[in-house]
């Protein structure tokens, strides 16, 4: 099961997006958004670049995106800030 948040912040929007499987393993995490990680996902064809993309995404939007163990499965936790469009679309 796969649950999503959605909280607006005075600066911005947070995501939150959670499962409750078996989390992941705290040392995985830190390598969870390098280019070509894929972790034990190899053997499923995982090519390990998914995560790394929305990564950089997210970054040259100014925003953040976190991993981490929740109380119960893993939680992918996005925030872009908020911005003004000036000029003409």
């Known amino acids: ?27 995985k995490i830190r390598n969870l958004f390098h280019r ?4 034990e996902q190899e053997a499923a064809g995982s ?4 995560l790394h993309l929305a990564y950089e995404i997210i ?3 100014h925003g953040k995106m976190e991993a981490y163990n929740g109380e119960k499965g893993a939680v992918f936790e ?8 000036k000029g003409k679309l």
């Open 47 to 50: 090519t390990g670049i998914g």
């Open 36 to 39: 070509f990680y894929s972790g």
């Open 59 to 61: 970054g040259r939007h």
């Open 1 to 27: 099961e796969i649950t999503t948040e959605i909280e607006q912040e005075n600066s911005g929007v947070r995501i939150r997006i959670k499962d409750k499987g078996q989390g992941i393993d705290e040392k």
């Open 78 to 85: 996005v925030f872009l800030p908020q911005f003004e469009l």
